[in-house]
């Protein structure tokens, strides 16, 4: 599948319920935030190699709804001994989730390391070399983490399967782009990483993979300048995820525009937005039917970077609150003008839903289980009937906005 001469593929996060990962992660629906805790300046996160146990990984329940319902970290109801019925098929594989790829149309998967390939043997991962390339499937790997004990193992891998990117988070915000927790450390906070990558970098051009950050809510553009910067490595760059701009409050065209050089892959991510009165949430739905200008953010990545490809992410299960209107909010940003963050708030009202829309999702209002999976299953058929209209179309008027009635 392509769009605007972009492949598609797609990643399990968002879509974790549905394929059973929830139950391998120690953290519930964490897994559907791309794995990522926030993490310290001293980068003393741990290992996400096979051994570790994530154990470093916070609640994100501070960080993401606003709703007292608890995370679904369980997929069963309770029989006799509590003896656990799931409502879900086991867990797939790496193999599997690459012929889920192929039953799909579309062109590539994100592997996630930690869960498919991290304590996998050399034959193994050859085996999954062997059929993404007779299937003509790109494949992604994502990891986390900016320190060589994090990285390396999923670097050596992405190599030894023949991936094209390693996608990495480093942390330190938590998820909405509150920088809070570091007040008056951030700085610093981005130089350690970038000086720990730089460590790093050496590795990712050794396996010929390169290395790309994502925005994951909480390193700006500004960030991931100053990082690239640094490092000065060819096989550093960005991770786009198209829905994040807005999490650090960036126009998603301007963020765009910005890193559009330095983009090795992207996250295609749509949300809706609901004003609040500390600011607004954005809600997952759907790949084409919210608020991203998705296909102009394609073409302005395919003008810089032809051969990027993107990878379907869906959010995360529960609401991310951007809380720009709360004043010790902002000192830990680089300094924005006027006219940036009215183009944000404008785009934001422009967008923005109706005040007595239910916002919460069926996990932070505590549907049952299968409720949970057959949500995300809509969703997913519902982003793959946008690509294809889309695709039908010839990219669908790229350059123009991803829906109609924009």
């Known amino acids: 599948m392509q769009v605007g001469g972009i492949e598609i593929g797609w990643s399990p996060y968002g879509y974790t319920h549905a394929l059973g990962l929830e139950r391998l992660s120690p953290q519930g629906s964490q897994t559907s935030q791309g794995e990522q805790g926030a993490q310290g300046p001293s980068g003393s996160h741990s290992s996400h190699s096979s051994h570790s ?41 790496a193999l599997a989730m690459l012929e889920m790829t192929r039953a799909r149309g579309l062109a590539g998967v994100e592997l996630p390391y930690r869960y498919v390939l991290a304590g996998r043997t050399g034959a193994q991962l050859d085996e999954i070399a062997r059929v993404a390339k007779t299937s003509g499937l790109f494949l992604h790997v994502a990891a986390n983490g900016y320190t060589l004990d994090q990285l390396r193992e999923p670097l050596e891998a992405a190599a030894r399967i023949g991936a094209r990117v390693v996608r990495t988070t480093i942390g330190g915000a938590k998820i909405g782009g509150d920088r809070r927790p570091l007040a008056g450390r951030w700085q610093q906070f981005v130089t350690d990483v970038a000086d720990a990558l730089a460590e790093v970098t050496p590795i990712a051009e050794r396996c010929g993979v390169p290395l790309g950050i994502e925005n994951h809510q909480d390193v700006s553009s500004e960030d991931l300048l100053y990082i690239i910067d640094r490092c000065q490595s060819e096989m550093l760059g960005v991770t786009l995820d198209t829905g994040n701009p807005l999490a650090t409050a960036e126009h998603p065209l301007h963020m765009t525009r910005r890193l559009a050089p330095h983009v090795v892959d992207i996250h295609l991510k749509d949300y809706r937005i609901y004003i609040s009165e500390s600011g607004y949430r954005l ?18 990545v395919a003008q810089a970077r032809p051969q990027t490809r993107a990878v379907i992410e869906h959010g995360a299960d529960q609401a991310r609150h951007i809380r720009v209107f709360e004043p010790d909010y902002w000192p830990d940003y680089p300094p924005r003008s006027a006219g940036a963050f009215a183009e944000v708030i404008g785009f934001v009202i422009h967008h923005a839903r109706p005040g007595d829309e239910e916002w919460r999702t069926p996990v932070e209002l505590g549907e049952p289980e299968p409720n949970v999976v057959a949500w995300q299953e809509r969703e997913f058929q519902s982003t793959l009937a946008w690509l294809e209209s889309v695709q039908q179309h010839g990219g669908g008027g790229i350059g123009g906005e991803s829906a109609a009635g924009r």
């Open 283 to 300: 809600v997952r739905c759907p790949v084409g039917s919210g608020a991203v200008p998705l296909l102009q953010m394609l073409e302005i």
């Open 53 to 93: 146990s994530h154990s470093s990984h916070s609640s994100h329940s501070s960080h993401s709804s606003d709703s007292s319902h608890s995370s679904h970290s369980s997929h069963s109801t309770s029989g006799p001994n509590d003896t656990a019925v799931t409502s879900t098929p086991p867990p797939p594989d």
